[in-house]
């Protein structure tokens, strides 16, 4: 509703986008296949038959058309079939051949049209010099004919314009020119308009692509770190110890279901736009969950303090915060216990795990990939993420996520 009593109070849609044919056109002169055939063959007809007439009205005062009248005004509509691709020849092509036929005493007419076309071409395409310069040409042209030269050129008997014919022509000129120059700033708007739109979708795009791989990740990391440890487990004590070797066997195939039910649900934003999700996003409501999975991997949780009621989008965030430091625990600490600590206020969320250490291997805290994926989530929400060794030995990661966005602040 809101968005259309904006279009009902401003500018027309066409106008703030330009015209749905104009952008098509646009594209076909830009691959090179578009010729203006059907429109030259248009301003061919009408100047023709416009100038037919004319001559009739002006018989006895002009020359009448002859074989040479007829080529003249054939070349200068011709020329129209260039004007997409040398507009600023065309511009002066069509000048100089109207310039000839008015020479020559040829009736008044409608010849002047394919001035004022190739002068909207180049204008519109940037020649904006070349259509002052050739229209100036004609016009000036004009002046010399019509005030000197008429003496020595058809028809005999030809009298003197006035001044003020001639600059009420200058000013017809100055006023099409002027239009056509608006013209050009509107298509000039239109294509940053409609570039700015299509690098506004490519980033949409961009940002889409990167947050399915972030909780692509974390899902599949937490997932199969479990697995990775069960399965050692179930190795270990496959000929020792069976019944525990089942056990780690359930807790695999429990956890691959689950981690093959998140992947869907990422998956499933794929679908057609305004689909309702599947399952709900997971939150820290499932924190519980998550202790329980990371009992199974040999790693004890102690959760302090309660989350409180958060928005989707930070529940979501916080969620798989906590996931992938757990799971960085259980894949690079020796330390078999976590403290999970929630503290918050009215502003903030703020999130701690902590880990005794040691770390294990190179990938001390975590892989490049998990660590930047926690901050991005903390970025795009406002907050903050400081992951880092501790002074007396372990490893901790501190999440600063706010409860509010900056809209609702104002």
């Known amino acids: 509703m809101t968005e259309q009593r904006v279009r009902r109070g401003g500018p027309p849609q066409w106008w703030r986008h330009g015209p749905a044919w104009w952008h098509r056109a646009d594209e076909e002169e830009a691959r090179g296949r578009r010729w203006p055939w059907l429109s030259t063959a248009l ?51 069509t000048a100089a051949t109207t310039l000839a036929y008015y020479a020559a005493g040829y009736p008044y007419g409608p010849v002047f049209l394919a001035v004022a076309v190739s002068c909207f071409s180049a204008v519109v395409a940037g020649h ?18 019509a005030l000197w030269l008429y003496r020595w050129l058809p028809p ?10 001639e600059l009420a022509i200058a000013t017809w000129v100055v006023a099409f ?68 070797a089942r056990t780690a066997l359930t807790t695999i195939k429990a956890a691959s279901k689950e981690a093959l039910g998140e992947v869907r649900q990422v998956l499933d934003t794929l679908r057609t736009p305004g689909d309702a999700p599947r399952a709900p996003a997971p939150g820290l409501g499932r924190l519980p969950e ?27 965030a916080a969620f798989r915060i ?9 894949r690079h ?53 400081d992951a880092g060794a501790r002074p007396d030995g372990g490893w901790r990661v501190l999440a600063v996520l706010p409860l509010t966005t900056e809209e609702e602040n104002r």
């Open 322 to 330: 906590v996931q992938e430091a757990l799971t960085n625990v259980v």
């Open 156 to 165: 005999p008997g030809n009298t003197a314009a006035s001044w003020g014919q």
């Open 43 to 93: 301003f061919t007809a009408f100047v023709l038959v416009g100038t037919h007439f004319s001559a009739r009205n002006q018989h006895g005062h002009r020359e009448p058309l002859d074989a040479f009248g007829f080529a003249l005004l054939l070349v200068t509509l011709g020329l129209l079939l260039w004007r997409k691709r040398y507009p600023a020849f065309v511009a002066f092509g």
């Open 177 to 244: 020119v002027a239009v056509s120059e608006l013209a050009r700033v509107r298509r000039e708007q239109w294509a940053k308009e409609r570039a700015e739109r299509a690098q506004a979708a490519r980033r949409r795009a961009d940002e889409e692509r990167l947050r399915i791989a972030r909780e692509l990740h974390d899902v599949l990391a937490h997932s199969i770190s479990v697995i990775n440890v069960q399965a050692g487990v179930g190795l270990a004590l496959l000929d020792t110890d069976p019944e525990q």
């Open 128 to 145: 904006r010099r070349a259509a002052w310069a050739s229209v100036g040409m004609l016009w000036a042209g004009h002046v010399l004919i």
């Open 333 to 385: 600490s020796g330390s078999r216990h976590a403290r999970v600590r929630l503290d918050h206020d009215r502003r903030a969320l703020r999130l701690r795990v902590d880990d005794d250490g040691p770390a294990t291997g190179a990938d001390a805290g975590g892989s490049g990939n998990g660590l930047a994926g926690m901050r991005e989530r903390a970025a795009a929400l406002g907050g903050t993420i």
């Open 290 to 316: 998550l202790v329980d999975q990371a009992a199974t991997a040999g790693l004890t949780v102690e959760v302090q303090g309660a989350p409180p009621r958060l928005p989707p989008g930070t529940d979501l």
